[in-house]
């Protein structure tokens, strides 16, 4: 067996299933600072995974993110009660989309689907993704109907960011989508590859391509405990967004220098001429300082652009592991009967 480490190399497919077999799916669940929540997904997914006429042979991995709180010992009280949970525990905080990732690069069954810990996804939808999956399509992303528990402000700058995201990437983005989606043995594999360092789920899924189909759900609110997220970090996800799908503010800031450029010019020519024909103007004062403040704006705004990229690139080339690996608990060579005891 191989085993993963965090820069690249992925566990291979032990579970590798044949002929008319099972399929094995990884239910992969980021937690941080959850212990509200997790008893009640215990219950939830206990109920899908144990039901006997499921459709596909269940694994539960739980990839802890720095948690301050009890979540580390409830999942492996229940890891050693139930043998088809797994957990790996990070070092630190590293993140939704590197725990995410932490939990990719250990998946050793044919699917994967990814929910959160808070259970605004319902694992009870789980059933009706793998029949898609069993169609043939190899990643079944749902679509939020309805965001219910979220402020109109939050649903009409969501929906703003995806128009422009969409108008300037070349890749197709899924609308009103999250981390919630069903992914094929292929998917994981490809998204095993790509470990950059500035991970953006919403671009990685977009880009890897694969026969994807969209599966509409209604997005329960947050049950127990809090969200991580505020404004602050929403916009920071944004900006994360725009750069790691497209380079088009790069070529927003030439196109802006060039039409200043030309306006400039054009500008100097049409007072170059009044000031031959009917001697030096010196009124002119606020225009002047107008010129001067919005060429001053559009630098600072191209530099900070230019800054965002060079950031990333910084980032990039110091070459760090995504993540570390504190503890973790992986049992890919089990058989899979036996695991669901
Ligand atoms: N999460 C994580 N690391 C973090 C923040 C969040 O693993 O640094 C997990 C969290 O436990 C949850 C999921 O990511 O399972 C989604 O987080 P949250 O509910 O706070 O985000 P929201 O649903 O508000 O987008
Ligand atoms: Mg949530």
Redesign the pocket.
Known sequence: MQHSDSKGTARRNAAGTTGNAKKTLTIL??????EESLPTLFKRTEALITNPDKPVSYTLLF?D?GSSDGTRKLIKEYASTHRYVEYIFLSR?F??EK?MFAGIMNVHTDGLVII???L?DPPELIPEMVDLWRQGYEDVYARRRSRKGESWLKKATSHLYYQILQKVSRVTIQKDT?DFRLLDRKCIHALQQLDESERNSKALFSWIGFKKIEFLYDRDE?KQGK???NYFQLVHLAMDGITSFTTAPLKIATWCGCITSLLAIIYAIVVFIRTLSTGIDVPGYASTLIVVLILGGIQLLSLGIIGEYLGRIFTQTKNRPNYLIEEELIRPDDKTDEREQ
């Open positions: 669940v980021p937690c941080f600072n959850e990839v993110d905080n993140g939704k725990a959160d810990a808070d605004q999250g947050r969200t991580k997220w």
